[in-house]
């Protein structure tokens, strides 16, 4: 009897001792990658939106390589300084123009010099809310300051948290132009990046699915970025320099939401035909002077439907409420810069879902039997 169990104990002592050292050994690893994560959360958005930027721009760093006798650093170096001055000093401007009007406007309320034009007799109209924002409406023109009190801890929460992203956005711009600056010099090394992560995938998905899945990443990470926040992008970047040599008030907040209604797929013509017949009806340009900013700004209102034929916008195939909620949520987690990372991997995170339900091996299988049925 004893003789019979001393196998099944030392058996039994074996594998607990084998058990226990990958427990020890999965720890480790947790823990390095824990504080690897720590380390390196930091950079996080920055990394992530260098590699959408550098596998968007590596067709046309490829193109302007060949021209350049394959020199992939120098071709890097001018794809770099061209999306510094055409896209970083643009946006570098608006964004000031947001902060100044921001920090404005906290401090006309804080300072109880801000005006509040009357409300119009057809706001009582609207449904559902109309009396009660005709009333709230009123009461700011009316007495402000006694408005402003009522409603202190909520406005003094909304004054911090206005102040805090004025003070954000210049590190947000750094961010910007360093993304800048390393998509160029991951594209410098494309070629050993792109074996890199197809050794990646096919570690994690096998050969002929990581091959596959590399393939989907790349060509979803491209239509978005192109497609949508490329052209949503540019379309703001246009209309608000538009809104600004207008003098429009409020130009960089009324770019933002054109970049926003821009990845909605929604038309920018809804920002600049309210632009247009302020300059019309508020008297301070001359004829000439409002005909040229009518034009300019219907010109930039109608930009996306040129540029989504230019960037190839038709080919993005994920939903656009994963897109925009990609978007906003990536811009509440982590800023402007996080609305373009958010958008484009949201996206990406469906594409490969969903490519990998299309993969399913028992699909076949399971029709295999009903087709036979229907033959006999």
């Given at each position: 009897m004893n003789t019979n169990n001393q196998p099944n104990t030392e058996l039994e002592q074996r594998l607990a001792s084998r058990l226990l050292d990958v427990l020890i050994r999965a720890g480790l690893i947790l823990a390095l990658v824990a504080l690897c994560f720590q380390i390196f959360s930091p950079f996080l958005t920055l990394m992530v939106w260098a590699l959408i930027l550098a596998i968007t721009l590596y067709p046309m760093h490829q193109s302007l390589a060949a021209k350049m006798a394959n020199k992939q650093g120098r071709a890097a170096t001018v794809i770099v300084l061209l999306g510094i001055v055409l896209i970083v000093a643009p946006t570098t401007v608006l964004m000031s123009s947001l902060g100044d009007s921001i920090q404005q406007l906290v401090s006309n309320v804080q300072e109880n010099s801000l005006q509040i034009p009357p409300p119009r007799?057809?706001?009582?109209?609207?449904?559902?809310?109309?009396?009660?924002?005709?009333?709230?409406?009123?009461?700011?023109?009316?007495?402000?300051?006694?408005?402003?009190?009522?409603?202190?801890?909520?406005?003094?929460?909304?004054?911090?948290?206005?102040?805090?992203?004025?003070?954000?956005?210049?590190?947000?711009?750094?961010?910007?132009?360093a993304s800048f600056i390393i998509a160029g010099i991951v594209m410098a090394f494309g070629e050993a990046g792109a074996r890199g992560s197809g050794a990646i995938f096919d570690r994690i998905a096998g050969n002929k699915q990581g091959a596959e899945f590399a393939k989907l990443s790349t060509a979803t990470v491209r239509a978005v970025a192109q497609g949508v926040i490329g052209v949503a992008f540019i379309q703001a970047i246009v209309v608000g320099?538009?809104?600004?040599?207008?003098?429009?008030?409020?130009?960089g907040v009324l770019a933002v939401i054109v970049l926003v209604l821009g990845i909605a797929q929604v038309p920018a013509v809804i920002v600049t035909l309210p632009a247009i017949i302020y300059i019309w009806s508020g008297g301070d340009y001359g004829n000439v002077e409002a005909i040229i900013y009518t034009v300019l700004l219907f010109v930039a209102g109608m930009a996306d439907n040129v540029l989504k034929p230019l960037m190839l916008g038709r080919g993005v195939d994920a939903p656009m409420p994963v897109i925009l909620l990609g978007a906003l949520g990536g811009m509440a987690a982590a800023g402007i810069l996080g609305m373009f990372v958010g958008a484009t991997l949201l996206a990406l995170g469906y594409q490969i879902f969903m490519g990998w339900v299309a993969m399913n091996p028992d699909a076949g299988a399971s029709k295999q039997p009903e087709d036979s049925v229907t033959a006999d």
């Open positions: 007799d057809g706001v009582k109209e609207w449904p559902v809310v109309g009396k009660k924002v005709h009333a709230f409406w009123s009461q700011a023109h009316n007495d402000l300051p006694a408005l402003v009190k009522s409603m202190q801890p909520k406005i003094g929460d909304i004054a911090k948290a206005a102040l805090g992203f004025v003070a954000s956005i210049g590190g947000g711009l750094l961010q910007f132009l320099l538009c809104l600004l040599l207008a003098g429009i008030p409020w130009a």
